[in-house]
């Protein structure tokens, strides 16, 4: 049953996987509350009551925790801004929390021998975004920006304090030449490159005047819209990688390059042997196995311009196919394969585990953006003879309840 309006005071004893603060009402329910501190007692607004849990909001923060902090932009301090969750929440208790939602969420691999390293914390607090998709509305007065907590409601966004600076000197010439052309709703996405340069695409009706506008500008390398392609169609990143701001990027250059690293201690020595990758994406962690005797990487996204040939190079096999269908027609080749490595969406691998499985491989590298759906994953995994021996958590997104992990498993001798 729904109910609304009701107000109780809380103390909030936890930060859960999606950032909000975690209290019980006398009942011993659970409340989700966000822009709440561990150590906060507050008053807040029952929005959503039901038996086994309620959401709520602050209306008043009674006793403020020492772990709250004064947030740094002003969209997050009147709500109207979904992109953060923790701008208000220090610096320590994020780190305390990131490690507890990994021991939470991968429990029983930890009793079953995984070892949890320390949390690696590549970026700095603010100012670490080099890539962003907005949104756009423009039947009325014309906005762009981010999606209001829990609302498809676009805040209108001409600074924030994550992006790195190239990054905003790019937002601020779409403002100033793509948003009065823009036409309906859409999106808009930035890739900061890494000479300095920020490439843009428009993803919904605009004015071709706007677009050419701000493709002549010297900072931006390439607008797409569309099939048209002004300027570059891709720019290139870190390690000599291209990708376009339409395909997808780690968010941080910096926390980019400590996952790869990351991802390349849990490989191992790969000379001789046979690598399947999946979940390719643009190429990130492919370049990282040119040691390997053979590679097959599948993605069923289309390469940025230059990408492929530059895996051919490699003497990668590319596949560009949805990964069920690559495991299909690999696993009818009776293929087997000595290293999988596989960075799949949130919603994790379940389709494609009893396929892993069956090409044998003897390491499993797991990169994932969701403990939960981690932790499923490896359970199926253990079930089909495999240990997880590590996981490094890694921090890529500072003031949100985002950590990213690399889980490196081997097989089990029979």
């Known amino acids: 049953m729904k109910r609304r309006n009701r107000r109780i005071a809380l103390d909030i004893t936890g930060l859960a996987a999606g950032g909000d603060g975690v209290g019980r009402d006398e009942t011993g329910r659970v409340t989700f509350v966000p822009r709440s501190v561990t150590g906060d007692r507050v008053l807040v607004q029952l929005d959503d009551e039901r038996k086994q849990f309620a959401r709520a909001h602050v209306v008043e923060v009674l006793e403020a925790s020492p772990e709250r902090v004064e947030a740094s932009c002003e969209h997050f301090k009147t709500g109207a801004c979904g992109g953060c969750q923790w701008q208000h929440v220090a610096a320590g208790a994020q780190r305390s929390a990131k490690e507890e939602i990994v021991d939470s969420g991968l429990r029983r691999a930890m009793e079953a021998g995984l070892v949890r390293e320390a949390l690696l914390e590549p970026c700095e607090p603010l100012g670490w975004r080099r890539r962003a998709r907005l949104s756009y509305w423009a039947r009325g007065p014309r906005v762009l920006g981010f999606f209001a907590p829990r609302s498809q409601k676009i805040t209108d966004i001409a600074k924030c304090p994550q992006f790195a600076p190239g990054l905003q000197r790019g937002l601020e010439l779409v403002r100033r030449h793509l948003l009065p052309g823009l036409v309906d709703r859409g999106e808009i996405e930035l890739l900061l490159a890494e000479d300095g340069k920020v490439h843009v ?68 020595d790969l000379q001789g042997k046979r690598v399947l990758e999946l979940y390719a994406g643009s190429g990130n962690f492919t370049r990282l196995l040119d040691k390997a005797r053979g590679v097959y990487a599948v993605e069923q996204s289309e390469l940025p311009a230059g990408v492929e040939a530059a895996m051919s190079e490699q ?68 079930a089909g003879g495999y240990q997880a021996e590590s996981a490094q958590p890694i921090d890529l997104m500072p003031q949100t309840s985002q950590v990213e992990l690399v889980v490196r498993l081997t097989r089990q001798a029979q």
């Not at 002004?230 to 400590?258: I, K, M, P, W």
């Open 201 to 268: 695409s428009v993803n919904g009706p605009a004015e071709t005047r706007a677009v050419q506008e701000l493709a002549d500008e010297e900072l931006i390398a390439g607008v797409i819209h569309g099939d048209t392609v002004l300027g570059a169609g891709h720019v290139e990143l870190e390690f000599g990688t291209l990708a376009s701001s339409n395909s997808f990027a780690q968010a941080s250059r910096a926390g980019n390059v400590a996952l790869c690293e990351q991802v390349s201690a849990a490989l191992g």
């Open 315 to 382: 003497r990668i096999h590319w596949m560009q196919e949805n990964v069920i269908d690559g495991c299909a027609m690999l696993a009818a080749e009776s293929a087997r394969f000595d290293v999988v490595l596989l960075d799949p969406p949130r919603t994790g691998a379940k389709e494609i585990m009893e396929a892993v499985i069956g090409f044998a491989p003897q390491t499993i590298v797991y990169v994932s953006c969701d403990v939960a759906t981690l932790a499923r994953d490896l359970e199926t995994l253990r």
